[in-house]
């Protein structure tokens, strides 16, 4: 369906086609599409491929072709695909394709408002359990709107930024002692989340309808919202995270369209009870996404997506209900991704138990929370045309031990 010659394997191919933010040694960064282990230089393409709107390429972040709306996404979508699967545009397209390996990769868009929300049922009883075992399972609202949080956007960073271990109050020993000590972290994990890109902004005092969803967002991108523990165990009665998760999130560099996953469209779980009104969709739709986690150099979780009990649009349909507008370039993230089955955690406390089972590593070491000097990758696919699985490509990053005064 291509002339390209893709590579095999886990490089994206000639449907997915995420936009990106690139550079090359001495040259201003732009805009840049994805294909196999090549990013293909848009502006210049636009340019001479007779598209509409190149200048929205000749930028340093995605925003301004992301505030373009839905009719212009569409346009460069169905412009792109005519050309990679078309052989006489070879000649065309060949020109501005710059090796991967050649490029360096920026965040793709400025990040205005985050929110990250809390979605999968099994990790909220997992973390209710964990953090408050004399409490019921599920908090009182849980069924009954996506519950979430307003993280901190400046610090959204792209894949392969370093992560400093933060220092702060942690707990020491067991609680009945009440010994609080600061320092850094000793509980450092991980989240898997799908964080969902605004494009076209929503106005002030008009909540944005289920139904509207693709409207208004644009794409995906893989999100690790790393989170330290002890830090936030301490401090998040009763106001939720606060430092303990707003040191790094960290996000894939390519920005995966929606309309690259519109296979992957699945029913969400039954809702009990029935959702209010605003959150209702005559047609509601989940995603089937599969991630992986490796540590180090070990898989060690592959989390599913599809079984998440609020979609994505109904998120956005909730945090915009009060009359809150989102803005070009907000982000939310779907909370963490675990799956109720062995093996789908989506963070290192649900996989080790607090610590209490630990993970054994291919290098015979084994693991409760973050080391520093480890790696944690996430990666996902998700369903494709004709059967196929798509690569939503991956988010790393590595953990830099505390500053020194922080010891
Ligand atoms: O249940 C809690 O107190 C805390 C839960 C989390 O840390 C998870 C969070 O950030 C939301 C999510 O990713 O699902
Ligand atoms: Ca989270
Ligand atoms: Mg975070």
Known sequence: MTWLDLPDGAAF???????????????????????????????????TGGLDGAHLFAQPTLNPFLAAGRRAWDAVRGWLLELVTGEPHRDLVEPHLVPVRDVKLRRPFDVGDYVDFYASQTHAENVGQLFRPNSPGLPAAWRHLPIGYHGRAGTVVVSGTPVTRPSGLRRIGPPADGRVEHGPSLRLDIEVEAGFVVGTPSRLGAPVPVA?????????????????????????????????????????????????????????????P?????????????????????????????????????????????????????????????GTVSGPRPGGSGCFLELTWNGAEPVALADGSSRSFLEDGDTVTISATAAGPDDTRIHLGAVTGQITPPRSHDH
């Open 212 to 272: 509207d969803f693709t409207e208004h967002v644009f794409g995906m991108v893989l999100v690790n919202d790393w989170s330290a523990r002890d830090i936030q165990a301490f401090e998040y009665v009763p106001l939720g995270p606060f430092l303990g998760k707003s040191f790094a999130t960290s996000i894939s560099p390519w920005v995966v369209p929606l309309d690259a996953l519109s296979h992957a469209r699945v029913d969400p779980p039954p809702r009990d």
């Open 13 to 47: 191919d000639a449907w997915t086609l995420p936009y990106g933010i690139f550079s090359t040694p001495g040259e201003e960064p732009r805009v840049g599409v994805a294909v196999g282990d090549h990013v293909l230089d848009l502006a210049p393409l636009a340019a």
């Open 274 to 334: 029935e959702p209010a009104a605003y959150l209702r969709d005559a047609d509601p739709w989940g995603l089937d996404l599969e991630f992986t986690v490796t540590w180090n150099d070990t898989v060690v979780s592959r989390p599913p997506f599809a079984g998440m009990y609020w979609t994505p649009a109904q998120q956005l349909a909730h945090l915009t209900a009060n009359g809150a507008s989102v803005r070009t370039g907000d982000l939310f993230a779907s």
